[in-house]
């Protein structure tokens, strides 16, 4: 398919361990988002890449999170040391680069549900 | 930084139309967008507006006033299908690069 992929699409963990999401925009997509979504709540900004690096990463929630980008293409958002208010759904999007293509919309994956036991 | 309003909850009866309303405060505004999200679902692209007036697209509708940071997604013809959240974002140049934001969400339930 041509979307944005993410896996797993599901994870439980136990408090304490570390956890990795991943994210795969869609070709030729140099801006890529990371949201956070509980349960009946709205999207909560997480960081921004454009191509491989993070203008944006005010939203990180804590020093235990964190995010990578390589080849202008796969994401990884890592939480460390698991906490049970991380429990959410995560979200990626991609888009073309908004500073050349500015009506062009996010494009969001599925999402990783993230159950923190 | 960016202050986006919208209602969170709105009901509806299908065949009717609904208009969900958006406030924005932005201090470099450049483009307002508007989602839908089914439940347990991702977000899915609906419209985008850049310019003050309507963009007709189908059963949906925006609106932007950019003076009065203002924006409205109409909704026609309604369907059982359309209960779903409708997110109004909005894309901010500063800092040097566009970040988008997005609102709370409006629930919307339609009703036989």
């Known amino acids: 398919g041509a979307g944005?992929?993410?896996s797993?699409?599901?994870?439980?963990?136990e408090k304490g361990k570390d956890v990795e999401l991943r994210c795969d925009p869609i070709s030729g997509h140099t801006a890529l988002y990371w949201y956070r979504q509980r349960l009946g709540q709205g999207l909560e900004f997480l960081i921004y890449f454009q191509g491989n690096s993070a203008p944006d990463k005010s939203g990180l929630p804590s020093d235990r999170f964190s995010a990578e980008r390589t080849g202008e293409s796969v994401s990884t958002l890592t939480i460390q040391r698991t906490q049970q208010e991380d429990s959410a759904v995560y979200l990626c999007a991609s888009s073309l680069s908004p500073q050349k293509n500015s009506n062009q919309p996010q494009h969001f994956g599925d999402g990783t549900r993230l159950s923190i036991l | 930084g960016?202050?986006?309003?919208q209602p969170t909850e709105m009901t509806a009866t299908e065949g009717a139309i609904v208009q969900i309303n958006c406030t924005y405060q932005t201090s470099g505004f450049n483009g307002l967008f508007w989602y839908q999200q089914h439940a347990?679902?991702?977000?899915?692209?609906?419209?985008y507006n850049v310019l003050d007036g309507l963009e007709e697209k189908g059963r949906f509708s925006s609106f932007l006033s950019r003076s009065k940071g203002y924006s409205y997604l109409l909704l026609k013809e309604?369907?059982?299908?359309?209960?779903?959240s409708y997110l109004c974002a909005v894309r901010d140049?500063?800092?040097g690069y566009q970040k988008v934001t997005f609102g709370i969400g409006t629930k919307l339930q339609v009703i036989p």
Do not use: C, H, R, W
């Open chain 2, 2 to 5: 960016q202050n986006i309003d």
């Open chain 2, 40 to 47: 347990g679902e991702a977000p899915t692209f609906l419209s």
């Open chain 2, 93 to 95: 140049y500063s800092g």
């Open chain 1, 4 to 6: 944005v992929s993410q």
């Open chain 1, 8 to 13: 797993p699409s599901n994870k439980v963990t």
């Open chain 2, 78 to 84: 309604l369907q059982m299908k359309d209960s779903a």
